[in-house]
């Protein structure tokens, strides 16, 4: 049985050639931590970023340099771009104009009136989308005075936001509501579910290094998830922006909502361990990152017990003295020097890739 609760319906929207929310396969995206400005650097960690898997990326916008990188940016990604934007609504006029796929700004911070007609007619003007993220950080000065930084505020503030867009017949909005602590993220989506059939992008916001971090966005995205909110989602992550798509996926993986890549499955050694098993796991990691091919593959430190365990994996090699074996489905395959473990492992995962392609090509 599944523990993930049916999908709360939504309207869709489209960012670029992704769809967002109804039944659109929940989408992982990131962030770039480079200057928007510095073209060569920007386009380096986004490409790096689709390699691993992203789908979609923002990049911030704080002047006018950073919203006209945009277009020369674009001509070498192939992922939907969002410009984010804080307060000057000029700025997204220009990121609009550069080519930007969506915008991520709050009416609510922009002012007058007149200047959120003119960002909503833009953005109907491009078809771009505006994401309202409302962020427990920077609330409505009015609102925090008399909600504090609660949840309830995340949600009054959101709706506020929601409405000014509607007002002007704009409906191509997704939310987020971020905290940085797991409750009040978790609280605000479920408040806000019953109220909007707006599509959320989920995460939590200045959640921490790297174990603060996946430990508060697997418990955090993944509660979210197993209760059927969210269409987007994005983990937040004071390191390289690669690490936060690969835990996004594995939060989708472990929730059983969408596989990318390989599954890697190892043991945590005891003392019947006679290889350097954590130095291979991490190498085999690596590798896999960036093989799109959906196999389990299992790292084992003992002959003893590992291809009995692991037996459910396609493919694994396990620990002897010196020497290591290959085995497929908990069968052993042969006997391989332990420094030649690896690359036996990666080459014969790409044989078994290659011939399943060639399989269902002539099955297609
Ligand atoms: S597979 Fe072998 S080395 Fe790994 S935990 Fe099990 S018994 Fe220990």
């Given at each position: 049985m599944s523990l993930v609760q049916e999908r709360r319906p939504t309207r869709q929207i489209c960012i670029g050639n992704v769809n967002i929310g109804s039944k659109a396969p929940i989408s992982v995206q990131s962030m770039t931590n480079?200057?928007?400005?510095d073209v060569a650097a920007t386009v380096s960690q986004i490409l790096a970023l689709e390699r691993a898997g992203c789908e979609i990326i923002r990049v911030a916008v704080p002047d006018m340099d950073a919203a006209k990188a945009i277009e020369k940016i674009k001509q070498h990604i192939s992922i939907p771009l969002i410009a984010d934007i804080h307060f000057d609504f000029r700025l997204a006029l220009a990121s609009a104009a550069a080519g930007a796929d969506a915008l991520r700004i709050n009416p609510g911070n922009i002012g007058e009136a007149e200047k959120i007609k003119a960002v909503v007619a833009c953005a109907r003007e491009h078809h771009i989308p505006i994401r309202i993220g409302v962020n427990a950080g920077s609330l409505e000065r009015e609102i925090e005075h008399r909600l504090g930084t609660t949840a309830e505020a995340m949600v009054e503030s959101a709706l506020g936001n929601i409405k000014i867009l509607e007002d002007l017949d704009f409906h191509d909005i997704k939310v987020s509501l971020k905290a940085s602590d797991v409750s009040r993220t978790v609280k605000a989506y479920q408040l806000l579910a019953s109220k909007t059939d707006v599509p959320f992008h989920v995460g939590v916001t200045e959640?921490?290094?790297?174990y603060a971090g996946i430990t508060k966005s697997a418990i955090g995205i993944g509660m979210l998830l197993a209760q059927g909110l969210g269409d987007t989602l994005r983990v937040s992550l004071t390191r390289d922006p690669v690490e936060e798509i690969r835990t996004g996926y594995e939060i989708l993986r472990a929730l059983g909502i969408r596989n990318r890549g390989p599954e890697l499955i190892s043991c945590p050694t005891c003392g019947r361990c006679k290889i350097d098993l954590f130095k291979i796991a991490e190498q085999v990691e690596k590798s896999l990152?960036?093989?799109?091919?959906?196999i389990k593959v299992a790292i084992m430190g003992c002959m003893v017990n590992g291809p009995g365990e692991a037996k459910e994996a396609d493919i694994g090699i396990a620990g002897g003295d010196g020497k290591g074996i290959l085995f497929k489905r908990g069968r052993v395959i042969r006997k391989i020097d332990q420094d030649k473990l690896v690359d036996q492992l990666l080459s014969e995962i790409d044989n078994m890739t290659k011939n399943s392609e060639e399989l269902n090509g002539k099955k297609g």
């Open positions: 480079t200057q928007t400005q959640a921490g290094g790297l990152l960036e093989r799109s091919s959906q």
